[in-house]
């Protein structure tokens, strides 16, 4: 009887080892990707350890219905750790991490943890700026369709320069704003130009790429009526400015500053005036971006400054034959397309495009080309 007792307890004991030996499945979370929220890089997860467990089985793909992961090489990664940064994948989508803790043969059931994946910033928006009789600036641009995560702000940036980079010195992040336009009152002066970039956040935290610059001037506060004009001489060699006003300028200076860095006075201080007119001659300027200031007051004290820029290009533009192509044998009426393009760092833009033909060593005109994009 007694060995009957003891042969039952041995194998009830059997019985309980398998219970004794069952390991918990882990419990997940993540800092990076909490449930329901678009996440971008990187991708961690963590759970708490699971006693008994010597190590953890995971796996991230695409498939919600993966079956516990097995422990082998190229189907499931190995951790001894309790948490883990998965490499990033390659597009954006719904993932799933899969995870089992492991003891010698025995293992958990599997957790199935679903997060959601952005791993590129909005496309580039259009941006427009134009400015308000009461010297603020209007910014609007077009929305920018994310695909994943959607857009959750655009970052604003303001130079007082052309052809700025957002990281520049003397560039201002002036706000992160939602939505699709903005105003800006902050800190502008009158009779001003400034250059605004934006930049799009998607909700995932990813940056897009830097939208075109645009170039506003604040209206001025005044009653001079003041018309500023720059135009470039015949020659091409010297800059003709000229001063209007419809009543006397009472107080005031014009300074430039020139493209490596000097500052060139036209005149301060002197007696009340109504017209002006000097030359500039480019002869000794490098080619860049000049700056004009005016300072310019009324008699009763209104301040009426104005600035101006002038792009100073002395790069070539170039232009490639589109249609007809070379020695192509033509007749009838022939249409004439060509691909125009302005060269070097700061591009005044192509003005126009003439036409010529070759008549027995003669050059002739046949007109200017009309713009189709």
């Known amino acids: 009887m007694f060995r009957l007792s003891k042969l039952f307890f041995l194998l009830a004991l059997l019985l309980l080892l398998p219970a004794a030996f069952a390991l918990d499945a ?21 759970w708490a350890a699971i006693a008994g467990a010597t190590h953890y089985c995971f796996v991230l793909d695409s498939s919600a219905e993966t079956v516990a992961p097995d422990c082998v090489p190229d189907t499931a990664a190995f951790t001894k750790r309790t948490d883990v940064d998965v490499p990033p994948k390659i597009r954006s989508d719904e993932y799933f991490f899969h995870i089992k803790s492991v003891s010698g043969s025995v293992s958990s059931s599997t957790t199935t943890y679903s997060i959601k994946l952005d791993i590129g910033g909005p496309p580039v928006p259009l941006l427009s700026a134009t400015p308000n009789l009461d010297g603020s600036i209007d910014l609007s641009w077009t929305e920018a369709e994310d695909d994943a995560s959607g857009v959750k702000a655009h970052e604003i940036y303001r130079c007082n320069l052309p052809n ?50 645009v170039r506003a001037i604040t209206v001025a506060k005044c009653d001079l009526g003041i018309s500023f004009s720059i135009n470039l001489s015949d020659d091409k060699k010297h800059l003709l400015l000229g001063l209007r006003a419809v009543d006397k300028i009472a107080h005031g200076w014009l300074k430039a500053t020139l493209p490596d860095g000097g500052i060139y006075t036209f005149f301060a201080e002197q007696v009340p005036f109504t017209d002006w007119n000097s030359e500039f001659d480019l002869n000794q300027t490098k080619e860049g971006v000049i700056q004009f200031y005016l300072s310019a007051k009324e008699f009763f004290g209104d301040n009426c400054d104005q600035n101006k820029e002038f792009i100073y290009d002395i790069t070539s533009p170039v232009i490639q034959f589109a249609s007809p192509k070379y020695n192509e044998r033509v007749s009838e009426t022939v249409a004439l397309q060509v691909k125009a393009f302005d060269q070097g760092n700061f591009k005044s833009g192509i003005k126009s495009v003439d036409f010529f033909v070759d008549e027995n060593n003669h050059w002739k005109s046949i007109g200017s080309g009309a713009e189709k994009g």
């Open 26 to 46: 882990p419990v997940v979370s993540s800092d990076t990707h909490p449930p329901g929220v678009w996440g971008g890089t990187p991708i961690v997860f963590k």
């Open 164 to 213: 700025f980079g957002i990281y520049d010195e003397g560039v201002s992040l002036i706000v992160k704003v939602a939505g699709l336009s903005f105003n800006d009152s902050n800190n502008l002066w009158p009779g001003y130009a400034y250059y605004y970039k934006i930049r799009p956040i998607d909700n995932a935290g990813n940056l897009g790429q830097t939208s075109n610059e």
